[in-house]
Structures are given as C-alpha cells and as structure tokens.
C-alpha cells in the first residue's frame, strides 16, 4: 500500500514545487499540503476504506484548487496556471472515478460527479457515466430524468433526451416526474418550431376546426393523455395543465385538457380551485355540454368581472361538495385577491366577509379564517357597530370550536382590552374548565393582566392557577416563585417554595429558578441552596444526569469540596443504567478541568 500511496504523491511533486516557485505558498505550507495530500491517500488505499475517506479528499482537494485560485488573485501570479489547474481536476476526476466504481449503489457520487464535470468542462465524460448510471440504477426515476436533463440543457440534444424519457417511462410507467418532463419537452419543442417557422417567414400548416392543434401540440396531447390514463391524480393533471398555461398559443390544448378534467374530477375540490382561479386569469374556458360545471365561460376583461366569474365557480362548487377543504379554498382564494393590490377595496372586502359568514353556518370555517375575519375587522374604523361583529364573531367561533385554544384566547384578550372586565370573571373558568390542560396561555395572559391592572389580586389568580390541572400548575410554579421574590421577599418565596417542591407534578424549573434566585441575593445562603440541589436529585435523579452535575459543581465551587465524593457515590446508584456511564465520563471530564485549572493557579 505504501508504494501505491508514495508513487501517488510523487506524480504531484512537480506541481507543489511549482506553486512554491511561483510563490503561491511557501516551504512550511506547501509541506502542509504534501502531508494532507498522503494522509488521505493512506486512508482511499486501506482496506476499510469509506465513502467518508473519499468525499473528505474531494472536498480537500476543491478547497485547495479554491485558495490557489484566490492566490493567484491576490498576487497577479498566473504562470503555469494551466498545469496546476489540471493536475488537481484530474485528480478529482480519478477520485470520483474510483468512488463511483468501489460504491455504485450511492447515487451522490454519480450526481456530484456529473456536476463536476460540468463546472470543469469535462463534457465527454458525462455521457459515459450517464450510460453507466442507467445501467445500475435504471429503476430511480430521478436517474432517467438527469440524464434527459443534461442532453436538454448541455448537449442541446432534444432527440437523445426524448429516448431517455421514453425509455424511462416503459420502465417506469407512474413515474410523474418522467411524464411531466416528456411533456415539457414537447410542448416547448412544438412551441419553439412554430416559432421557428414564423421567423422564417414558413406558412404555418392551418387548422381545419376550433379543437385541431398543431403536430407539435398533438404529441404533448398525446402524451397528457397517456399520463392521465397511467396516474390518477388531480395535482399531477393541474400541475401539467399549469405546464402548459406558461406557454404562448397553448389555448386550445389547455381546453382539451380542462375538459377533461371537468369530465373526470368533478368530485374533486382541486378542480373546482382550478377552475376558478382560472376565470379569475381572465383564461377562456371551453364550452362544454352536460358538465358538471353550468357556469357562463364567455370571457370576462374586467377585474371585476373576473372576480364575479371566479366567484360564481367556488359558489357552484359549494352547492355540490360541501366540504371544509372546500370552503378553505375559496376562503384562500378571496384572502389573496384581497391582499394581491389596493383596487376594489369594498368590493373584495364585502365577498370575502360574506365567505366567512356563508362557512360559518355551514359549520365548515376553520379557526385560523375565525381569527383573520376578526383581524380584518380590526383594521376597520373602530365604531360600536364594529366592536359589536367583533365580539359576536368570537362568540361564534368559540360556540363552533370550543377546543381552541387560540380562539379563546382572541376572546378573552379583545374582553379584556376593551374593559369587559366582569365578563371575563364570568367566563375566565368556564373556559379552563373546558381546555383544561391546554390553557397556560389563558392563565398567563390573566396573570399578566392583573399584574398591570388590578396587582392585589395577582396572589389570588395564581393560587387558582396552582389549584388548576396539573401540568399547567408545574409551568407557572417558577413564574409564581420568581413573583413572590419581585414582589415580597425572599423570605416569603422560601416558605412558598418548601410547601411547592413537595406537591406533584414536580417542577423542575421550579429548582432552577429558585437556585438562580438564590444566588442573586446580597448573601448566599448554602443552606437553602443545598436544599434546592437536594430537591432536584431526589425527584430528577433517576432519569436527568444533569441534576448530579450542577449539584457538584455548586459543592466544587461554593460549597464544600469534600461532599462532593458523596453525591459522586449516589449519582452512581440513583441514575438509570443507560445514563451511568455518560455521567462518570462528564464528571472525570469536568473534575480534570477543575485539576488543571488548580495546578495552574
């Protein structure tokens, strides 16, 4: 192995003392770089050699051809520029050769490599590889679809791309990435031909009817048609109709294609979103017999008018699929016609207020269209009409989905705010009743709220909030002990403290908002602190190693040095098995460091 490794080194010796020459590195860097070039051919030669071992000298190897580049920049030096250069890429282009043929089942080589080979021009070697890639990996779509891609866009070869697809495609027949290419590529090569014609002042061939297309055309329609016999899927078809929809002179096709759609996914709310958004384009829509579409499909210029039209759509819709995907799509749609520019402001306003009305009773609105209707409420001109809707329409929210958090909240913050004070007394427990262990966010928005408006009641919201369900008790007790301290004394979060640590759930922030409040004060008690630590490790012990590591850390460095081999012992025959071992590796780390840092001092 030395010997393989040597004589590779020794092909790059002319190179590395060229770069001193030049005065790209000096002795001690180019020695440096003599060094790593051995250390990762060792590691390609041994037997155990890994993907890893091959990825980490490529990417050496990119990194240095980057520096000398920078190099060269730097000092204005470009003699032998041509020679270096090549003997790195030629290196890396072996690497990948190397790797590719030791680990063929890794698709990220062939890929990385196709990308060098792209970035350093080594063109005719990619449609080697390309062939032989196929070969192993034939059964990856992806494979199909990167080498039709590079005859496309490098090789400018649309017939070798074209029998890629294909080939591609009798093997793997649903693949939709395959059919969207192959559809792509004839319809912009049948674009791109009539194009062609025009410029050269060609006749066009003319059509007999309103449904003839092109040849061109026909062979993207044909290969639609094979695509939605194969995959029955409404986003694949729309997304092949959107294909199609960027293209000039396409019209006909897109009708063909929308009437098919219209005839097999009725069913679907995909379709009806399609449709819809389609006359909002201002897109002309075939003129179809006994659809399930009865919807006047002349063209509309207006934007208004477009607006109308789309909105008839999702109306029909509704009539026939009373879904809440349904009405969350044409909820959707309205949000961004809204949002899209500044014309029509009332217009849009009014349709889309009317949709969350419309939803609403048809029990079918989703929280977040609940909260946007409110929110687009509170952009308006605040009046007592305004305020009314806005109160009324978080009571119907929270009548229609009484599980929501946020819809609860939106209440209880707009009553509040608004001073309704008594009504939240009323209702504040009602509301905790039903959400139970899902409302903290509803306790600390009241305890926030007391605190500025009404503070001598503060002590009474959180001992509700301790008496409430259990896991919402356990995230306000370190809220709560950090009050008292602000608020009253040390003293009385002690007290407060000694009685909390003992009642379940066990709060572990609880300990560590009590420790950190104990070492602010103006005297650090070690009694009280000692006891915090204590606390922790009887209730956390077992499954948190942590808990044992602070606890000695205090001792190492505030309290006494000598307990420390104590809490050692029973850190040991408290944790879990699976955490032991991690916890005597930390502590001999950190009591080494401790050693270390004593030795020097």
């Known amino acids: 192995m030395a010997e393989f490794v040597d004589k590779r080194c020794e092909d790059m010796i002319p190179e590395l003392e060229q770069m001193e020459r030049i005065k790209l590195f000096d002795k001690n860097e180019i020695r440096g770089i003599a060094k790593k070039l051995k250390e990762n051919e060792y590691k390609i030669q041994r037997v155990s050699k890994t993907k890893e071992d091959y990825l980490r000298y490529i990417q050496y190897l990119m990194d240095l051809l980057k520096l000398i580049r920078q190099r060269r920049d730097k000092f204005g030096v470009n003699q032998k ?3 270096i250069d090549h003997i790195i890429t030629n290196k890396m282009n072996h690497l990948y050769k190397d790797a590719i043929f030791k680990f063929q089942d890794d698709i990220r080589f062939w890929v990385a490599y196709i990308k060098f080979c792209k970035h350093v021009h080594f063109q005719n070697s990619v449609s080697h590889i390309l062939g032989r890639m196929l070969q192993v990996h ?82 993207a329609y044909i290969v639609y048609q094979q695509a939605s016999k194969c995959i029955k899927d409404i986003k694949f078809i729309v997304e092949l109709l959107n294909i199609t929809k ?38 002309v829509q075939p003129s179809l017999n006994d659809t399930a579409m009865e919807i006047d499909s002349s063209e509309q210029t207006s934007l208004r008018d ?32 809204n949002e899209k520019d500044r014309s029509l402001p009332n217009f849009k306003r009014k349709l889309l207020k009317s949709a969350f009305s419309q939803a609403h009773q048809a029990k079918k609105l989703k929280e977040k269209y609940y909260l946007h209707w409110v929110n687009m409420l509170n952009v308006d001109l605040k009046d007592e009409t305004t305020n009314k809707k806005i109160k ?57 709220h007391m605190q500025a408006k009404n503070p001598e009641r503060t002590e ?31 003293q009385t979060a ?57 606890y000695i850390k205090f001792e190492m460095k505030h309290g006494d040095p000598k307990k420390v081999g104590d809490i050692h012992r029973r850190a040991v025959k408290t944790l879990n098995p699976e955490l032991t071992e991690p916890f005597i590796s930390e502590y001999s780390l950190m009591k080494a460091n401790l050693d270390c840092l004593s030795a020097d001092t």
């Open 460 to 490: 009474e919201i959180f001992q509700a909030a301790l008496q409430g369900h259990p896991n919402v008790a356990q995230e306000i007790k370190p809220t709560y002990i950090e009050w008292l301290v602000l608020t009253k004394s040390i």
């Open 138 to 219: 034939q059964d990856k779509p992806k494979c199909w679809h990167i080498a039709a891609r590079w005859e496309l866009e490098e090789n400018k070869n649309k017939q070798t791309a074209r029998q890629f697809l294909l080939r591609g495609l009798h093997i793997h027949p649903t693949s939709q990435l395959l059919f969207i290419d192959t559809f792509r590529l004839e319809l912009e090569e049948a674009l791109s031909d009539e194009q062609s014609k025009e410029s050269n002042g060609e006749p066009v061939a003319p059509v007999a009817t309103e449904d003839d297309m092109s040849i061109g055309l026909k062979r």
């Open 81 to 83: 520029k041509s020679d």
């Open 246 to 283: 960027e293209h000039e002179n396409t019209e006909k096709l897109q009708n063909k294609i929308v009437s098919d759609i219209i005839q097999e996914y009725a069913h679907e709310p995909l379709m009806w979103d399609t449709m819809a958004r389609r006359e909002l384009e201002g897109l």
């Open 392 to 448: 009324e329409i978080l009571c119907m929210a929270t009548e229609a989905l009484p599980n929501s958090v946020s819809l609860w909240h939106a209440r209880l913050r707009y009553l509040l705010t608004s001073g309704q004070e008594e009504e939240v007394e009323t209702l504040f427990f009602k509301v905790i009743e039903i959400l139970g262990e899902k409302s903290l966010p509803l306790w600390k928005m009241r305890i926030l």
């Open 306 to 337: 477009r607006i109308t039209s789309c909105n008839k759509v999702y109306q029909t819709a509704l009539k026939k699929l009373k879904t809440e995907e349904m009405w969350s799509l044409y909820i959707e749609c309205l949000i961004e016609i």
């Open 494 to 550: 002690r007290k407060a403290y000694d009685n909390l640590c003992l009642q379940p759930p066990f709060s572990i922030e609880m300990h560590k908002k009590m420790m950190e409040l104990e070492f602010m004060q103006p005297e650090m008690s070690l009694k009280h602190l000692r006891k915090c630590n204590e606390m922790s490790t009887l209730q956390f012990g077992k499954s948190n190693a942590s808990v044992w590591i602070d």
